[in-house]
């Protein structure tokens, strides 16, 4: 309901630019009404309504096609339909949303995957969610003690998000007894260095 009543606020605000013939504002709220649409597209799949999330991307006309591919071969993997997301990864421009997916759908051969992004994580060292990733696929390519250093080097370095902390206090459970230690120690320091 909030991302309706921000949508309609940011069409009346639009309307208003118009009338007053300010280019500026006017692009400014036509930006934020097309990143809203796109936040409505996140929200539908957070409440696992997929379809009418796929369908809310195709009446999106004002927005980046890539984009919009992007997020539609990511709905794809996210239910497991692999050739539906090679099908959208076809039409993707080169770029990193592109080089993203392509080792995402690598993620089945971890060792793969995880050269993958390591190379691509070398010309974004700073990238969190890159990172990330190499971390869940050396995990997967059973290098549990690789992902837990990328994981503590990337809380090291940046704020947490909550794909992180969640895959590094579980790793910790899964190399030794004392995860709830090490648990204790990384909300500690969060807590210490956002306040």
Known sequence: MALYVLAGGARAHLRQTHKDEDEREHALWSERLRDLGLRVADALVEMGELETAERHLDSLTDVDLDEVTYRKAMLRIYVGDIFGAEHYL????????KATLEILLKMADGQDATSSWQDLLK?????????????VSSLYAGNIMD????LEQTLSRSP????ILFNINT???LCSGRGLDHKIDVATTRRHEEG
């Open 90 to 97: 076809d039409k993707l421009g080169s770029g990193n949303k």
């Open 123 to 135: 010309h974004h060292p700073d990238d969190d969610t890159m990172a990330n990733n190499l971390a």
């Open 147 to 150: 992902a837990r250093r990328i």
């Open 160 to 163: 947490a998000s909550a794909s």
């Open 171 to 173: 790793i910790y459970e």
